[in-house]
């Protein structure tokens, strides 16, 4: 298995080193026929603006939606921006409505507002508590019928699960958290 990085904008490279420790080979997606190179895709967090124009300008979007209808994709923060199906605040950005949820850019503030705090993870047969850092975090203010919650924080769903694609509004790969990578990509997630 050989899981792509979207390597536009944003902190990919601690995506890999976290694919990395569960002894998955990874690789820099820069140019859209790269993905018929992987089985799985992760949006990083980053500027949501700009990934949106990079996404537009590198001929992205039509390859990474045909991608989704068959492969899973794992965003976080930015990258669950890019996934959301509405963006309420902010008319720059062309999401690509992967998931049905909508969402608002920054809604825990600024940058320093940033904040780590533990989450209680929902898996199908038990629970996990996890580190989480959220920095400028969006929101998800609403979700469509065929998402599952994963997590809350002070009941706002932070993690969420729709078919094949996982969407955060934190950031795993900061605290070493392996668990999403694993529930997107296969493996155990214990």
Known sequence: MKIGLLALQGDYAKHGRILSQLGIQTELIRYPQQLEDVSGLIIPGGESTTMSKLIDVSKF?????????????????????????LLQDD?????????????????????????????TVNLAD???????????????????????????YNNDPVAVRQGLHIGLTFHPELNDVTLFHELAFGGNSN
Do not use: W
């Open 61 to 85: 979007r039509q390859p990474i939606l045909s991608f989704a209808e068959r492969s899973p994709i794992l965003g976080t923060c930015a990258g669950l921006i890019m996934m959301a199906r």
């Open 91 to 119: 008319t720059r950005i062309n999401t690509l409505a992967i998931m049905d949820v909508t969402v608002t850019r920054n809604a825990y503030g600024r940058q320093m507002d940033s904040f780590v705090d533990d989450l």
């Open 126 to 152: 038990h629970q996990k508590t996890i580190t989480a850092t959220f920095i400028r975090s969006p929101q998800i203010n609403s979700i469509g019928p065929d998402v599952e919650i994963l997590a809350c």
